[in-house]
């Protein structure tokens, strides 16, 4: 008797754990994210970006960047809106005020969109991206700072049918 209930036991364990496993998807280590090929690569191109912002490589940022790129800063007003070349103007201006820097992103989500149900040119995947960075700067004193800045931000990038590209959010 004493040996049945042991295999009952273990039988019971042993489909409790099957059945919490079977159902739920894989994700990529680290996050809450499903670990699909285009996740993957939509968090390579996250990390190249971050890289990038690092190394104050403003060229590469530009090549990450779609030309259809668009911010509007997250205000109302339209005067500090601007497209592929200005991203241009407003990167090469914050590097050269900003020394040392250090660019954390933590991805919470992404959330993909498709013109069709089918995966392709076109899609937009929207990152949910927690910002963790610092930088020196010289202020108007002449004095440096190093400011931290913890924020939220929303990359949007586009699939372009061989790569993402970021068209808003940097």
């Not at 190249?48 to 259809?68: C, F, G, H, K, N």
């Given at each position: ?99 040392d820097i250090r660019f954390a992103l933590r991805t919470v989500s992404i959330r993909r ?7 392709g040119p076109g899609c937009r995947a929207h990152v949910e991206v927690l910002i963790d ?25 586009q699939w372009t049918g061989d790569k993402w590209t970021i068209v808003a959010g940097m």
């Amino acid at each position: 008797m004493k040996h049945l209930l042991v295999s009952v036991v273990a039988l019971a364990a042993a489909a409790s754990l099957g059945a919490g496993c079977g159902g739920r998807q894989r994700t990529i280590a680290g996050t809450e994210i499903p670990d699909t090929e285009a996740n993957r690569a939509v968090l390579e191109t996250v990390d190249a970006y971050r890289r990038a912002v690092e190394a104050r490589d403003a060229e590469t940022l530009m090549l990450l960047a779609s030309t259809d790129y668009w911010e509007d800063s997250g205000t109302p007003s339209a005067s500090d809106d601007y497209g592929y070349d200005g991203l241009r103007q407003v990167l090469a201006g914050r590097f050269q005020q900003a020394d040392d820097i250090r660019f954390a992103l933590r991805t919470v989500s992404i959330r993909r969109q498709c013109p069709t149900k089918e995966f392709g040119p076109g899609c937009r995947a929207h990152v949910e991206v927690l910002i963790d960075a610092s930088f020196s700067v010289t202020d108007a004193r002449g004095q440096e700072r190093r400011p931290d800045k913890r924020d939220q931000n929303e990359l949007v990038l586009q699939w372009t049918g061989d790569k993402w590209t970021i068209v808003a959010g940097m």
